[in-house]
């Protein structure tokens, strides 16, 4: 009987894929070896976050960073990556701190993206018509606040390449959460009310269009190479992408 069961072995005894046998090999194992009860309740800790680390990694192609890893390996050492190697492997690593600190800055970085999404959603919940309908529209005042995104952000737009259908421009502003600027370009609609062209710092990449609700409202978001854009309002999704094809086209020109 092996008493040194390994780490992905430790992960199927967590994931009921052993059969008895196994499971009571490991069970003697425990009891005797206070160090390897320690290294399963690691495995097993809910307060990591691992489930959604590893579905959001597995959607993002961490996966295939580590199996290019793996693949520098001599055979036999080199097998497909799956959940029992992935948890495995991040046990071991976290001896030398070398991979655990990889995966949960990745986890990080794929929920701060999300986040300044949801951000921007909790406070455009609270705009009424009557929160910018008494704002000046003049293009001097328009170019003056471009001027501050434009130095926050590294971006060079001008009132027209901002222009939408029916929607008047109101204001451009620079928000801030944890040091990290956000451009709003808050727009009034006639039919649909307040709307928002928002823009912050991104590295991910080049990205297309996709949609979603938060607040009972539609979104829109893409990416370039340096940033990440979002159109919020109560608009039609439709309406939306038509309006961020259009967007997207401009000010990438």
Same mark, same amino acid.
């Given at each position: $009987?092996?008493?040194n069961?390994?780490?992905e072995?430790?992960?199927a005894?967590?994931?009921?894929q052993?059969?008895?046998q196994?499971?009571q090999r =490991?069970?003697?194992a #425990?009891?005797?070896d206070p $160090?390897?009860?320690?290294? *399963?309740?690691w495995?097993?800790r809910?307060?990591?976050p ?5 579905? @959001?990694?597995e959607?993002?192609? &961490?996966v295939d960073?580590?199996q290019a890893?793996?693949?520098?390996l001599?055979? %036999?050492a080199r +097998?497909p ?7 495995a492997a991040a046990?071991?690593?976290?001896v030398t701190? #070398?991979?655990?600190?990889? *995966?949960?800055l990745?986890w +990080?970085? /794929? ?6 999404r949801?951000l #921007?959603?909790d406070?455009m919940?609270?705009?009424i018509p009557?929160?910018?309908?008494? *704002? %000046?529209?003049d293009e001097?005042? +328009?170019? !003056?606040?471009l001027?501050t995104i @434009?130095?926050s952000?590294?971006l060079n =737009?001008a009132p ?7 929607? @008047?421009?109101k204001r451009?502003? =620079?928000l @801030?959460?944890d040091?990290? %600027? =956000? ?6 609609? %006639?039919?649909h ?6 823009i912050?710092?991104s590295? /991910?990449?080049?990205? &297309?269009i996709?949609r979603?609700?938060?607040h009972?409202?539609n979104?829109?978001y893409?990416a370039? $190479?340096q940033?990440a854009?979002m ?6 999704? !439709?309406?939306l ?7 997207r ?5």
């Amino acid at each position: $009987m092996n008493v040194n069961p390994t780490d992905e072995q430790l992960v199927a005894y967590l994931d009921n894929q052993l059969d008895s046998q196994e499971r009571q090999r =490991i069970d003697a194992a #425990v009891a005797e070896d206070p $160090m390897l009860g320690l290294r *399963l309740q690691w495995l097993n800790r809910s307060s990591l976050p691992f489930k959604s680390a590893y579905d @959001e990694l597995e959607r993002q192609a &961490p996966v295939d960073r580590l199996q290019a890893m793996l693949d520098t390996l001599p055979s %036999p050492a080199r +097998q497909p990556l799956n959940r029992r190697r992935f948890l495995a492997a991040a046990a071991g690593f976290l001896v030398t701190g #070398v991979l655990a600190d990889r *995966l949960f800055l990745a986890w +990080q970085a /794929s929920q701060q993206n999300d986040n300044w999404r949801q951000l #921007v959603a909790d406070y455009m919940v609270l705009y009424i018509p009557q929160t910018l309908d008494h *704002l %000046p529209n003049d293009e001097a005042t +328009q170019r !003056t606040q471009l001027r501050t995104i @434009e130095a926050s952000l590294d971006l060079n =737009i001008a009132p027209a390449q901002l222009a939408l259908p029916r929607a @008047e421009l109101k204001r451009a502003q =620079i928000l @801030e959460y944890d040091g990290v %600027p =956000i451009a709003q370009i808050t727009y009034l609609d %006639p039919l649909h009310g307040p709307l928002a062209l928002c823009i912050t710092r991104s590295n /991910s990449g080049s990205r &297309p269009i996709a949609r979603e609700r938060r607040h009972g409202m539609n979104i829109v978001y893409w990416a370039d $190479m340096q940033h990440a854009w979002m159109l919020i309002g109560r608009n039609s999704m !439709t309406d939306l992408e038509g309006m961020a094809k259009s967007l997207r086209g401009r000010l990438s020109a």
